[in-house]
């Protein structure tokens, strides 16, 4: 001001602005001046140009570091018009010297036309913003930490109110002023340490920075800094994916009280976030919390963060071990995929990890020590699973690898080897979870040994015998080779490119593709046996006993039939006209009678109507087939059909993967049927988002099938079950 005032600058048509930091009155110790002349339109050119030189040199001669710009009102407008990024630094215009009322115009008719604008020009703000985030990384993450570029930086912060000032999305201004304050101090620090203008923080400064903030030690002045960039990456992602819904709506949509679209008992959708059902009870119900966060993660939505933070209050702790469904929706959450992510930021964001996980604590904001990982360890290890949500194909366990992938690195951070150390943490954590004895032991396996394969690929001569024989003196199964194989391919994909090269990737899998042909030499498929059941009086005569009995979640349902080519089929199509879920099923022979069992997850089944459907069913009355065609939803994984000639001696057996839906069962089985093919005994689960069905198969008059009609029934049932667009 009195540089503009030394000038003899006039009071009325020139107004001396300030703009970027200068204008938010944000500057560090040796941050630039960013001021800019404005003329009113009609004043005299040479008068004003004149009057720049006299105003920058006295500056100059200062020494302050200045960036400078002389424009008339109407050529600052019509830059904001033309460049989104302008636009944005326009809203933080403030008046330095000269004429209010020409930087009052131009304040405000530059927040007039971006409110105007805001749908045209938010998009176009939006890719930028995920260019920069591309380019720079995330500053929770960087091993040199970019206070300003990185996502999560003071430009997110500063992005952020320009969203607000659309009116058109809210966000939580007191926390992310408190943010952007904090930022701005370390900033300051950062400046007086390395004594220039710099927003990168190198190793040699996280001393000086600690010191500056008041905090005991390097370690903590890090997790300080990573925190706050976490916190304004998840605003960020938060407030554009809100943003993103409301420019889907048109303004006459909006109604004046939220809809509630019920997704899940207890839980509901509202403008594309997953919230509470009005009549939900948080109270009563300890899995609340899991079902929600697996339905936003699974439908890749923003689970509420208020929502998550009421859930947190009010759900009462799990039991220990678990109950089968918040089993059930953790792996859901943790197989979801990409939409993993930004729920898991909420629940960390909310304290919902520490009620789900405590011993995420362990690992939270951990760097790497390894240059390699891209990530901090707990950001890695969600990446991991979110690798593995793409490999669930290719294991008999998908549950099982999720999890695995959760905490395959918990032990990090002590002194130990992380795998050594992680390995009786995980056994608790599952045991906890309610998982089996065998399924601990192969998850405890899994992140004892989860370094093995990579290791062994690539360090010791793959024709060597004693190669294999130190994989296999840790891995004893098929099973849980296929399960560290694909932990190990989503644990180097998640640390970086570098990590999962065509090189090391082709090590890796070689070297499980001998290991798992050394124990198909070695081993005895195990026989499967199941225990008979006394059949019911009147099925002799064709009559069909259904029963159905209570269990936890759900109901046990038990049919027993004159055995005959097609009754899979039929008992499925019930299950799935009647919308019911099928958890698992066991389908055996016992002489001239087909027994099945099936855990379903609807508790108030009623047998008469389940047998009259059925008989409805076979007679024909009522045809499944248009109603269970397969549809395709976005995510969708390809089904995948495998036929094991290794698994039976007396049967074939087919492997059956696809998504998690009502009617796979029924498709499978009617596809078989067509072919005159009996299911002789059949395995079906649900594990995460995908079905996993093995099914025994024998031609109608007893047999293993060919090799040419074993490829017949399989390219039978992956036709069958191949999605077709929605219409």
Do not use: N
Request: charged content about 25%; overall charge negative; some cysteine.
């Amino acid at each position: 001001m009195s540089a503009y005032d030394s000038a003899a600058g006039p009071d009325s048509g020139v107004a001396l602005v300030a703009v970027g930091g200068y204008g938010r009155g944000e500057l560090a110790p040796y941050s630039d001046l960013d001021v800019v002349l404005v003329a009113d339109e009609g004043v005299d050119e040479e008068r004003w140009t004149a009057l720049a030189g006299q105003v920058w040199y006295p500056l100059w001669d200062s020494g302050a570091r200045l960036d400078h710009a002389v424009r008339t009102l109407p050529e600052m407008l019509t830059a904001a018009e033309g460049d989104v990024r302008v636009a944005s630094g326009l809203l933080d215009v403030r008046h330095v010297a000269g004429d209010h009322s020409v930087a009052l115009r131009l304040r405000t008719t530059t927040l007039t036309q971006w409110r105007r604008q805001a749908r045209e020009r938010l998009p176009e703000l939006h890719e930028l913003v995920r260019s920069r985030h591309r380019l720079v990384g995330e500053l929770a993450h960087l091993s040199l930490p970019d206070l300003k570029e990185a996502e999560g930086g003071l430009r997110d912060a500063t992005v952020l109110k320009s969203l607000t000032a659309t009116w058109l999305v809210d966000v939580p201004a007191a926390d992310l002023e408190r943010c952007r304050q904090q930022l701005l101090d370390v900033r300051d620090v950062l400046h007086a340490a390395a004594g220039r203008a710099t927003d990168r923080i190198a190793p040699e400064h996280w001393a000086p920075l600690a010191e500056g903030l008041g905090l005991p030690d390097e370690t903590a002045a890090q997790r300080y800094v990573r925190e706050l960039g976490r916190r304004v990456t998840h605003l960020s992602r938060l407030a554009w994916r809100r943003t993103e819904d409301a420019l889907r709506r048109t303004p006459a949509a909006r109604p004046r009280r939220p809809e509630l679209e019920r997704v899940a008992p207890g839980i509901a959708l509202s403008r594309g976030e997953i919230v509470l059902e009005r009549t939900a009870k948080p109270a009563g119900d300890p899995v609340l919390l899991l079902r929600a966060a697996a339905e936003a993660a699974v439908r890749d939505l923003v689970l509420a963060p208020p929502t998550a933070a009421r859930l947190v209050r009010e759900c009462p702790p799990l039991p220990d071990p678990w109950p089968d469904e918040a089993r059930r929706q953790l792996v859901r959450l943790l197989a979801a995929g990409p939409g993993l992510l930004p729920v898991w930021e909420t629940l960390e964001e909310t304290g919902a990890l520490a009620r789900i996980l405590p011993e995420w604590e362990r690992i939270r904001l951990l760097p790497h020590a390894s240059a390699i990982h891209r990530f901090t360890v707990d950001r890695h290890v969600v990446e991991t699973c979110v690798e593995a949500s793409t490999l669930i194909r290719d294991v008999s366990r998908p549950d099982v690898l999720v999890v695995a992938a959760l905490l395959h690195d918990i032990g990090k951070g002590e002194l130990t080897e992380h795998s050594v150390a992680g390995a009786p943490i995980a056994r608790a954590i599952a045991t906890r979870m309610g998982f089996g004895p065998a399924e601990v032991d192969l998850i405890g396996g899994l992140v004892r040994w989860h370094l093995l394969l990579a290791g062994v690929a690539t360090t010791r001569d793959p024709d060597d015998p004693a190669t294999i024989d130190a994989l296999l003196e840790h891995v004893d199964s098929l099973d849980a080779l296929a399960l560290l194989t694909a932990l190990t391919e989503a644990d180097a994909k998640a640390a970086s490119a570098k990590a999962w090269s065509s090189w090391r990737a082709g090590l890796v899998l070689d070297l499980s593709r001998r290991a798992r042909a050394a124990l198909e030499r070695g081993s005895v498929p195990p026989a499967f046996s199941v225990d008979e059941i006394p059949v019911p009086p009147g099925v002799a005569d064709g009559e069909v006993s259904v029963v159905v009995e209570p269990v936890a979640d759900g109901s046990r349902v038990t049919v027993v039939a004159l055995d005959r080519v097609g009754l899979l089929a039929d008992v499925a199509a019930v299950f799935a006209l009647r919308r019911v879920t099928v958890r698992a099923a066991r389908l055996w022979a016992q002489g001239e009678y087909a027994v099945s069992v099936w855990d379903v997850a609807d508790g108030g089944l009623d047998p008469g109507a389940v047998r009259d459907q059925l008989d409805a069913i076979t007679s024909r009355r009522v045809d499944p087939a248009a109603r269970l065609a397969p549809r395709h939803r976005p995510g969708d994984l390809d089904p995948a059909v495998v036929v094991r000639p290794e698994a039976s001696d007396h049967a074939t057996v087919i492997e059956v993967r696809a998504a998690d839906r009502l009617g796979v069962v029924h498709l499978v089985s009617a596809a078989l049927a067509a072919l005159d093919m009996t299911v002789r005994s059949a395995h079906i689960s649900t594990l995460g988002p995908q079905a996993v069905d093995v099914f025994y198969v024998q031609e109608s008059a007893a047999g293993a099938l060919s090799d040419t009609r074993a490829a017949e029934a399989a390219h039978a049932v992956r036709e069958a079950i191949s999605q077709a667009p929605d219409r």
